[in-house]
């Protein structure tokens, strides 16, 4: 139903998928994205492009189709969401009902109810050091699912607009303005740097068994030996030591 011809590292193609996501309708399946800085595209990129700006007026990426037609770029997908226009074009190629909205995230109310919605919620911003840090820390205890760790990014275009007022309300609630802003088991527990004292004591884990239930799964072996180099490669067909 929705293909965006994309470039990785380009701010309008991202800006355009998000502003797709955001609408809560697509699927994986049916959002189809064509990077064409990728290995199997960029040798011909110059060419695809050549043949969308000989197909819909536009060379430049992103490049986004809605049921078969060209719908433009970032900008005009971004203009499409703001005035409902996407949405309605989505439903309408997917048949898909479009899904409650939920509730005013400046208000405590609305926070608490997803605080306790989910074991794990950081509150958080891209391009945030600190909350990478956090984000990090959490998953390194190889304990939650992508669906027990709710990230909130407050520079996304759902939540921009009102970030102020959410960062407000945390401050109200919490004590703390800044991001990241980490919740478990429905209470916050500080930022990135108290988030990374709490794996290194070994707490933040006993927290996130408590929350989820979950069993820690057994520490691998220890990488920096021989013995457990050669049990990782020899367990896997291809292993890629990368940075």
């Known amino acids: 139903p929705v293909v965006v011809f994309s470039k990785s ?8 998928i998000e502003a797709l996501k955001l609408q809560d309708i697509l699927t994986d399946e049916q959002l189809h994205i064509i990077d064409l800085n990728s290995i199997k595209y960029a040798p011909d990129a110059w060419k695809i492009q050549d043949t969308l700006l000989n197909m819909t007026g536009r060379r430049t990426v992103p490049n986004v189709f809605v049921g078969g037609k060209s719908i433009g770029g970032g900008d005009d997908t971004v203009a499409l969401s703001k ?10 190629v997917t048949g898909t009902t479009p ?9 405590k ?13 950081v509150f958080s911003k891209s391009f945030c050091p600190y909350c990478e840090k956090a984000i990090e820390a959490l998953k390194l205890q190889d304990i939650l699912t992508d669906e027990q760790l709710h990230i909130i990014d407050l520079n996304s275009i759902k939540y921009a607009p009102d970030a102020w007022k959410i960062q407000d309300t ?6 703390r303005r800044t991001v990241p802003n980490v919740f478990v088991g429905g209470k916050s527990i500080g930022g990135g740097d108290d988030t990374v004292a709490l794996s290194k004591s070994g707490e933040l884990l006993s927290l996130l068994v408590q929350v989820t239930g979950t069993t ?3 520490k ?10 050669r049990e990782i490669v020899t367990k896997y067909p291809v292993v890629v030591f990368s940075k």
């Open 9 to 16: 590292f380009c701010p309008y193609c991202e800006k355009a």
């Open 83 to 92: 005035s409902g226009e996407l949405l309605s074009l989505l439903v309408q």
């Open 99 to 107: 899904k409650k909205k939920g509730c005013d995230m400046t208000t």
């Open 109 to 121: 109310e609305c926070i608490r109810e997803i605080v306790t919605k989910y074991p794990v919620v």
């Open 170 to 175: 945390l401050l109200n609630m919490t004590g």
């Open 216 to 218: 820690p799964k057994k």
């Open 220 to 229: 691998g072996c220890d990488m920096t030996t021989k013995e457990c180099i």
